[in-house]
């Protein structure tokens, strides 16, 4: 009676929300359900065959979340998930009563759910999880979680409440971590290891050696199971290939998958929206990447070439203290087209200290995109951050 | 010639602090004034210490804490220093000589701290001190807020900037504005 009540008055706030600002408005009728049933989320999980996959870390949580949705559903499953700007309690609670019925049930045979590091934390205490995919730490979110040691020991709070965990070897932050539930490891093959390296939180420790059950390789995922190794093509860009060995590797820990299929999936998985993403607006072809923290800017930035332009940089009001902008490294750039966004005088300030131009700076967001359009050129290329994604998807109506 | 010395540059500098040796890099070379990296904090005209994870601090506290009597000596002299966020909490614990700090809970806000020598400096705190976000004496700071700091204080940048050989910042009006917005965004 109670999840009754709950979800009818979350699905009504939900339209009701929508008549105002259509697409949006997940979190209120998620927070109003789950105050008027707290069990709706844990009832609608446990109610699921095969259980409950929860995917987190700093970064690669989205892209993860997403392939392991794609190679379940390529077996035929149906996967209950939720997008990565709702990973967190209300937003999960929002996809419930989006995809659920009128009692909250799902008609899933199984939940993948991205879950942010903090939330997650308290939540995955709360739900019977079955395996838990830890992706890495990054020194990122220091406003929020102060110190990547606290990161850690979130992750490790989820990685304790799953019944199976898969994480990154590579990152020692997790390969230290101590758990009784069985591990599974995924990283980087040695031939990719010698050109990527990734950055993750300092950590001055020993490197405990866990055994890979999926690489990623250049072009492909190495699967190393029952002493024979099997090869798996990607068109996927080498930087993505973690996040693949990684839905790989906690694919077979949950099922018992065809490797032809996977074979498929991975030959046809385009990357997750704005990740190295084309797209047309207004006849104009462009390159829309996302950055999210110091990490990832740089990795965006080091892939761009001299004829990604012109370029619009945008800091959104998601970077909550934008001083991070200064560990980036932007000495590759002699000039930025506009920088837009929130936080644009200070990223247009840290850009300008290091001697790179800056065309114009435009701080709303809309405008900003508006008046890149208009540049002239062939190589269109956006960075922003997740705020300015938003934003920006939905004033060029590539989202709702 | 001028001077600095900035203690582990790639472990301390978790919020963008070694941005401030960047700006000081800006001003003094459009004056001429080339800027050098020493290993003797003593001799160095300006020393920062900035930021650092809790394992940055594992591993380095003991060498930090060898570096004390180097910072005291600045300290009394009121030489321009800047020891910043983490560093400062961790050395402000263990020396006499700065101010004992009271802990309380983590709070992470843009604050603005009225001064008498620089005016009203902005930043971002993620501390757990407790009124202490900004305490100098002469150029010798300490301070809460992380970041780049001096990019955003400009009073304080012209006086880091003189203690360096150099002189006051030759702002670009559009650099001036911008800095001046950022500003107003974080006092209000």
Redesign the interface.
């Known amino acids: 009676m109670r999840a009754i009540l709950a979800v009818s008055i979350g699905k009504l706030l939900r339209f009701l929300v929508r008549l105002v600002r259509p697409g949006g408005g997940s979190a209120l009728p998620g927070v109003v359900a789950n105050k008027l049933d707290p069990q709706l989320l844990s009832n609608a999980l446990s109610s699921l065959d095969l259980g409950l996959v929860v995917v987190s870390g700093s970064a690669g949580k989205s892209s993860t979340t997403s392939y392991l949705v794609n190679l379940l559903e390529a077996h035929g499953l149906r996967v209950f998930t939720n997008s990565s700007t709702a990973n967190i309690r209300q937003g999960l609670v929002a996809a419930v009563l989006n995809q659920g019925n009128w009692r909250g049930r799902l008609d899933s045979d199984i939940a993948v759910l991205e879950f942010d590091e903090g939330h997650g934390a308290v939540l995955a205490g709360e739900l019977d999880v079955r395996l838990a995919v830890l992706t890495n730490v990054l020194s990122d979110q220091l406003d929020r979680f102060n110190d990547p040691d606290d990161v850690i020991e979130m992750l490790s709070k989820i990685g304790s409440a799953a019944k199976v965990v898969v994480l990154n070897t590579n990152d020692k932050n997790l390969a230290q971590l101590q758990f009784k539930a069985p591990v599974v490891g995924f990283g980087l093959s040695s031939e990719l290891a010698t050109i990527s390296n990734p950055v993750y939180a300092l950590n001055f420790g020993s490197h405990p050696v866990i055994a890979n059950f999926a690489e990623a390789g250049t072009d492909c995922v190495v699967l190393n199971s029952e002493g024979k190794t099997k090869f798996l093509t990607t068109g996927l860009p080498d930087h993505q290939a973690l996040n693949l060995a990684a839905a790989v590797a906690a694919l077979h820990q949950l099922i018992e998958p065809s490797t032809s299929t996977i074979a498929h999936v991975l030959k046809e998985l385009k990357p997750v929206f704005a990740r190295n993403e084309k797209v047309k607006i207004s006849g104009v072809d462009v390159t829309i990447r996302l950055v999210q923290n110091p990490t990832s800017f740089q990795l965006n930035l080091d892939e761009l070439r001299s004829d990604n332009t012109p370029l619009l940089l945008m800091a959104g009001r998601d970077i909550h203290d934008p001083s991070w902008l200064w560990t980036v490294d932007f000495s590759k750039l002699d000039r930025v087209d506009i920088v837009g966004g929130f936080n644009a005088h200070e990223l247009a300030l840290r850009l300008a200290v290091a001697g790179i131009e800056v065309g114009a700076v435009i701080q709303d967001a809309n405008s900003a995109a508006d008046n890149f359009l208009a540049l002239q050129g062939t190589g269109h290329t956006v960075l922003f951050s997740a705020d300015a994604m938003r934003r920006v998807r939905r004033h060029w109506g590539l989202a709702k | 010639m001028s001077s600095y010395f900035s203690f582990h540059k790639d ?1 301390f ?4 602090d ?2 401030n040796l ?2 000081l890099n ?1 001003f003094l070379s459009q004056q001429s004034v080339l800027f050098d990296e020493v290993t003797d904090p003593e001799s160095a005209d300006f020393v920062i210490v900035g930021d650092a ?4 601090l ?2 380095y506290g003991t060498e930090l804490l060898a570096l004390a009597p180097a910072l005291q000596k600045r300290h009394s002299a009121g030489l321009a220093t800047l020891i910043i966020g983490s560093s400062y909490e961790f050395l402000a614990s263990q020396v006499s000589w700065l101010e004992t700090p009271k802990l309380g809970p ?1 709070t ?1 806000e ?1 604050r603005t701290v009225d001064t008498l020598d620089a005016g009203p400096i902005v930043g ?1 705190r ?1 501390s757990s001190l407790l009124n202490l976000d900004f305490v100098r004496n002469g150029d010798f700071v300490g301070t809460t807020l ?3 700091i001096l ?1 955003k204080n400009p009073t304080l940048l012209d006086q880091m900037l003189l203690a360096c050989g150099g002189s006051s910042a030759d702002w ?1 009006p ?2 001036l504005d ?2 001046e ?2 500003r107003e ?1 974080i006092s209000t």
């Open positions: 472990y500098d978790n919020n963008g070694q941005g960047s700006v800006y994870s809790r394992a940055a594992r591993e983590i992470s843009f971002y993620n992380f970041g780049p990019a670009k559009q650099m911008w800095v917005t950022i965004s």
